[in-house]
């Protein structure tokens, strides 16, 4: 099992990022997806999910009106649209792919999102 995050990087504040990632050894389409991040000396916290199917997604009150999460579940790639950056989104931030009812919880390694001037 494996979940690439990619996409973060330096950006000014009021800017935009894409992160991306990519599933793989396991049945995406099944899978509730999530964009958790951590700020440093924070504890982790939950951006974004989106339902197996897409149909039903979910935000932060941080987050609602300026981030959007969508998948491709052709592609087994979760998404992440982030726009109308501020610099307390700086965080790193990490890909999760959840499902319940068997317990099962598959994180990837995460990627930097630095928003400064």
């Known amino acids: 099992v494996q979940l690439v995050e990619s996409g973060g990087g330096l950006v000014q504040p009021g800017g935009s990022l894409r992160l991306s990632c990519v599933a793989s050894?396991?049945?995406?389409?099944?899978?509730?997806m999530n964009w958790y991040r951590q700020a440093p000396g924070k504890e982790r916290e939950l951006v974004a999910g989106?339902?197996?199917?897409?149909?039903?997604?979910n935000y932060a009150d941080s987050v609602k009106g300026r981030f959007t999460i969508s998948r491709d579940n052709d592609k087994n790639t979760l998404y992440l649209q982030m726009n109308s950056l501020k610099s307390e989104d700086t965080a790193e931030y990490f890909c999760?792919?959840?499902?319940?009812?068997?317990?099962?919880?598959?994180w990837g390694k995460g990627t930097l999102v630095t928003v400064s001037s």
């Open positions: 999760n792919a959840r499902r319940i009812i068997y317990g099962i919880d598959y």
């Open positions: 050894g396991f049945t995406f389409s099944n899978y509730v």
């Open positions: 989106i339902s197996s199917g897409g149909g039903v997604r």
